[in-house]
């Protein structure tokens, strides 16, 4: 399907196009042939180097940011992800956890669940529901690799009768990555890292603009720090 957009895209003759790729799921080659006939940036999902430059978020920076508040305000988290995650972010953000873990020195715990494709919400609600049950998180906090994983998780406690949130009274604390549109809308609320969508829009449309006006630049790759949303459920 993305080849076929790429050929639809290159029929238009844009000037120069933003591009947000699948990612691993992409046809390497389809997307550096586009990128040789169009002038292209990318973003959101790194593709090597092509096109005129990538702009996305600083996936290490998110999952250690959040990891560090969550150590500083309870019990270390354990991180729950898919064993084959369909997100290109997802691998990154796990060594990350791992990294900052040790470094604050305490031992990682990585719940990797079955399941594949893209529907999160489900593959957190069956995996949460198998790691609550058969008890593998070691501490009463849980980070998940994203926000919808996370909803899937939080559905898992609420039908196990676990209570989520960060008053004594809570059972379990629970928060996500993303900054996900319905993060704000779970029960509780979902505390995450956010991306930040102005700066990358605003850096991206910068770095498209100059190139239109022919001042191209060799290729970088500027990543963006997340910022953190304080919620009620961590």
Known sequence: FEVEVLDSL??????????????????????????????????????????????????????????DYLCRTGEPPC??????????????????????METFGHEPCVVSVDGDGWGFEEIGRLGGHKALSEKQFVTNTVL?????????????CYEQGISVGRSEACTIRVAGQDGHPNSRYTCPPLTTISHDY?????????????????HVEPWKSPRLEGKLILRDSA
């Not at 729950?80 to 990154?92: C, E």
């Open 144 to 156: 998940c690799s994203n926000d919808r994983l996370a909803i899937g998780f939080l559905t898992a």
């Open 198 to 214: 102005d700066a990358v829009s605003k850096q991206a449309a910068a770095a498209l603009f100059a190139a239109i006006d022919g």
């Open 10 to 67: 290159r029929a238009l003759k844009p000037a120069v196009v933003l591009l947000a790729p699948l990612g691993r799921a992409s046809d390497r080659r389809a997307l550096e042939s586009f990128c040789d006939d169009v002038p292209t940036l990318i973003f959101d999902s790194h593709v090597d180097e092509l096109g005129l430059a990538f702009v996305g978020s600083d996936n290490f920076q998110f999952t250690s940011h959040i990891t």
């Open 79 to 100: 991180f729950f992800d898919m064993k084959a995650p369909t997100n290109p972010n997802a691998h990154r953000r796990r060594q990350s956890y791992v990294e900052a």
